[in-house]
């Protein structure tokens, strides 16, 4: 019975936000309200991808964005140059190219450990960042890369918000899934004992450079994902999806929804897009309030907002 009602709750919910535009559709803001969760969506795929780094193999990365980056220019390109909307097409260039470049990048940095490791990621961030800028032929530079086409798939046309928003959903579930899945698999619980003690595993005879290498370009793969559903939401892509405030904007999610647990990084992504997005319309200093909201977390409540719930939780059965 236990069992039973996580698993109804979880459908009710997956439910709820595939037709979230239907339901809330009487709602007078109900357009805002749908681009905005979509919004919300997408970071949350970044930030689930970012958490197996940070929470599961204890990898803290500053240079996500990368990634993330990598993955909007390569499915707005493969779009414009090949001329074709296919949603397979896009997602598939966008999955290799990030993966590509975490392969390049993560085989130099998983060799470094803490600060090192910390700085290394965000040294080659600023380097993908300059290219990005630099090369305008490309990429746009400063301008963006503009008139991002938005996919098709057997038919189906993604270019009304509401189409959008539930491909975004349907992603978003698949990748949920994904991760669940991963950290409830032996590779998952390797990546833990990896975070716990390195050296351990590598007596058990792990090979912990590929091991840390394997989740690099995972985690790198899933943040190209979310970087082309950014390119097709916003149909624009610019040197912001590559920079450090992106890299920042996810680790503060995986930090305030709580590092290491499933939802965590769902929970700080709505959070952090709701401070950055929506708390602006009633008061001028939301970025502020981020920053408060991020310190307190640091020191006063490290477990993140689902650790604090999973702790009342306790308390109150207890």
Do not use: C, K
Request: glycine fraction near 10%; proline fraction near 2%; charge should be positive.
């Amino acid at each position: 019975m236990r069992g039973r009602l996580p698993f109804s709750a979880a459908l009710v919910a997956a439910a709820l936000l595939l037709t979230f535009p239907i339901w809330s559709s009487p709602w007078e803001a109900s357009r805002y309200a749908t681009s905005i969760l979509r919004d919300m969506l997408v970071l949350a795929i970044l930030a689930l991808s970012l958490d197996l780094l940070v929470g599961s193999a204890g990898m803290p990365s500053l240079g996500h964005a990368a990634y993330f980056g990598a993955g909007a220019y390569a499915a707005a390109i493969a779009g414009q140059r090949l001329g074709s909307d296919d949603l397979l097409l896009g997602l598939g260039a966008a999955i290799a190219v990030s993966a590509l470049l975490a392969l390049a990048i993560g085989s130099v940095a998983v060799r470094a450990a803490g600060i090192f490791f910390l700085m290394l990621t965000l040294a080659f961030a600023q380097m993908v960042f300059a290219i990005a800028f630099q090369a305008a032929d490309i990429t746009g530079g400063s301008n963006g890369f503009s008139g991002v086409r938005r996919p098709t798939l057997l038919g189906l046309d993604f270019n009304d918000a509401d189409a959008l928003y539930r491909l975004v959903a349907v992603i978003f579930l698949v990748v949920l899934l994904l991760v669940w899945r991963i950290r409830s698999s032996a590779y998952g619980r390797a990546l833990v004992g990896l975070r716990e003690n390195e050296r351990r595993m590598r007596a058990l005879g792990y090979d912990t450079t590929r091991l840390r290498l394997s989740a690099f370009i995972l985690a790198g793969a899933i943040a190209g994902l979310a970087g082309a559903l950014q390119a097709y939401s916003l149909r624009f892509v610019s040197t912001n999806d590559v920079g450090v405030g992106r890299s920042v904007e996810a680790f503060v999610s995986v930090l305030i929804g709580g590092a290491s647990t499933l939802l965590g990084p769902v929970v700080g992504a709505v959070v952090v897009l709701f401070i950055e997005r929506v708390m602006p319309s009633y008061i001028a200093f939301a970025e502020t309030v981020l920053g408060v909201v991020f310190i307190v977390f640091v020191l006063a409540a490290r477990q993140g907002i689902v650790g604090l719930v999973r702790v009342a939780y306790a308390r109150v059965r207890g």
